[in-house]
T-cell receptor
Framework: NAGVTQTPKFQVLKTGQSMTLQCAQD?????MSWYRQDPGMGLRLIHY???????DQGEVPNGYNVSRSTTEDFPLRLLSAAPSQTSVYFC?????????????FGAGTRLSVL | RKEVEQDPGPFNVPEGATVAFNCTYS??????FFWYRQDCRKEPKLLMS???SGNEDGRFTAQLNRASQYISLLIRDSKLSDSATYLC????????????????FGQGTILTVHP
């Protein structure tokens, strides 16, 4: 009954450091995505994937990389963290081919970049 | 104009009150609609889908007005536990380059129910 699992829940980085936010789902969903949520900005799409080996950019992709080697996992990499990347990050997944399918979200990662 | 717009509120209502939120969308070709609820410092969770004929789930009623391009959420007999941010979600099918369509979130409406 895990759904979408994100790790870590909290992280503090220094400017210039790199890190990977992990996301895994056990629902066999093809579609996975990463969002960031900032006060007054709502949820903004960073990257998404429609299946293993396929990724694409969302609304705010700069500074982030993703890969999708398996259906289950969709990690988000910050190559050189900047204070502007301080945010709450949510990973989400949706069922394949269901136009009315809704998204399941992970519990989020709270990231602070100093 | 934003693709999906919500009144951010906050709406402050007493227990037992009826409260309604609207969410407008700009693309008339949008085809799927949802309401999510997000508690403070938590992830968004699906509250209900919105069907063309309107639908009800207990104290919650969702409506779709295609002519005016908005969806609404009505909460009757508000409870303290209804305090949260309510997000509307609009899916534009056959967009975004995939069969999944383009999913857009509103910024959310904050509801506070007080004793």
């Amino acid at each position: 009954n895990a759904g979408v699992t994100q790790t870590p829940k909290f992280q503090v980085l220094k400017t210039g450091q790199s890190m990977t936010l992990q996301c895994a789902q056990d629902m066999n969903h093809e579609y996975m995505s990463w969002y960031r949520q900032d006060p007054g900005m709502g949820l903004r799409l960073i990257h998404y994937s429609v299946g293993a080996g396929i990724t694409d950019q969302g609304e705010v992709p700069n500074g982030y990389n993703v890969s999708r080697s398996t259906t289950e996992d969709f990690p988000l990499r910050l190559l050189s963290a900047a204070p502007s990347q301080t945010s709450v990050y949510f990973c989400a997944s949706r069922a394949q081919g269901a136009l009315r399918s809704f998204q399941y979200f992970g519990a989020g990662t709270r990231l602070s970049v100093l | 104009r934003k693709e999906v717009e919500q009144d951010p509120g906050p709406f402050n209502v007493p227990e037992g009150a009826t409260v309604a939120f609207n969410c407008t969308y700009s693309n008339s070709a949008s085809q799927s609609f949802f309401w999510y609820r997000q508690d403070c410092r938590k992830e968004p969770k699906l509250l209900m889908s919105v069907y063309s004929s309107g639908n009800e789930d207990g104290r919650f009623t969702a409506q779709l007005n295609r002519a005016s391009q908005y969806i609404s959420l009505l909460i009757r007999d508000s409870k303290l536990s209804d305090s949260a941010t309510y997000l509307c979600v609009v899916i534009l099918h056959n967009a975004g380059g995939t069969s999944y369509g383009k999913l857009t979130f509103g910024q959310g409406t904050i509801l506070t129910v007080h004793p």
